[in-house]
């Protein structure tokens, strides 16, 4: 019995290390926006539970003048009634602008926080889509289960000599000692009772065992994909494919029914871009940014860039109509001289990077002569607190240069741990996705026809005016979410070329952060 209990718990664990590395924002749970609500500037944090139910915690830093109050509710994607009534933030004490709040986040699958603030400006509303899904499988701590076993061999021991006293003393007249006949009566009492209590255990054992089972297979996990590259090495074809069967079968709602399988929405464009596709080498020697095409939504094809050869990680970002974004991850091996040649900037969306910045450093030079400097704080980094990843382009006569949006946005950055535990896509508006945003948004009741929000979605992105082209500097709000080596690639587009900075980071253990 306690082989197979260490074996289902050897199983949780390794199925809890699949979801480590494989999660959307890989590693990195926790929502990030700054923009605007309403007249009012906000950087949002939404530190996830990571159970479902569980208490989210939110903070919010509203800059410029003092506000009056703040507000937080939760408020999933297909809800059918009203959401519940907004919870009160509490200032932060010692912090300027800082409020925070715990909210309950009941129902698992794609939600949205939103933010009201009220203040002498008047009032604003920020929507921050989450991903609620059960993530983590918490472990009893050694010192408890030491505890609790003692505490339950005494209760078990107390429970019998109870049950054996009170058969052998509770009919006798006050003063009568037992008899032998009575002593036997104890003894086949304790027998039975222990017997029952055993198989009491062994049945919570049981019950236990399958709870735990069934946790370890609600933890969220992306779409199964693969990665791999066409024959022809004239023209190397990189074919990205989402091979999970309910993905494949989504519209076939027969299949579905049989196989007790949910029914995933259609995808969205992000961006743009139905996918963005990043292929990372496991020594953080190259990557590559990458938007393939699709006819169907299950074959996502690509042409190969001329990166170097070497084994890389696959991540693959991808939005739904439900708001609800994932990041699918495979790898693949790509053979020295499939795809050789020197990385260059790309004059389309895609981009590709080879090169090992020196370690430490604040300035690098871009592929035109240009130079990005890592300007935001000098302090040391450390895990859970606020990054100041803030970042300056110059040209080469060290006059600011002057950004174009790339994909609507002024910049995209990568962050990526050394060992691939984290990753994550970043933007000035923080880690979210603006689809999602949209999709909150511009939800109307009406859109439970599949298909006509992305449409709406679609239409409302094209209409709406280009990033700000004006500035020289990008900033993009995040925290480490552990400490480790990481590497930071920041793209931007300059003069029609896409431009690609990377930087080292040490980032040290990590502390509570506060926002």
Known sequence: MIREGLRRVAVTVALTGIYIVSSAHVGSPDAWYEGSAGPYHVTIQVKMPGVVPGVAQV???VSGDP???????????DATGGAPPPEDAERVTGEVGLWSAKLWLMAGGSNSVNVGIAGPGGSGTAVVPVLNVATRRLELKRGMGIGLAATGVVLFVGLVTIVGAAARESTLPPGEQPSSRNYTRARVAMGVSSLLVVLLLFGGW???GSEDQAFARSIFKPLPSEAKLSDDRTSPRLDFT?????????SDTAWLRKHHANSWTPLIEDHGKLMHLFLIREDLGAMAHLHPSTSDTVHFPSTLPPIPGGRYRVFADIVHESGFAQTLVTSIQIPTGVATGVATPSEGDDSWYAGVPVRGARVVKLADGSTMTWAGSSVPLVAGREAGLEFEVRNA????AQLEPYMGMQAHAVVMRDDGSVFVHLHPLGTISIASQMAYELREPGDSIRGRLGKRISAHRSGMDAADSSTSSVSFPFAFPKEGNYRVWVQVRKDGRILTGAFDAAVGAGVTPAG
């Open 206 to 208: 049981r019950w236990w």
């Open 242 to 250: 989402i091979i999970d069967t309910a993905w494949i079968h989504r």
């Open 397 to 400: 006569d060290e006059s600011p």
């Open 59 to 61: 903070f919010v830093r």
């Open 67 to 77: 506000v009056d109050r703040v507000t937080v509710f939760a408020n999933k994607f």
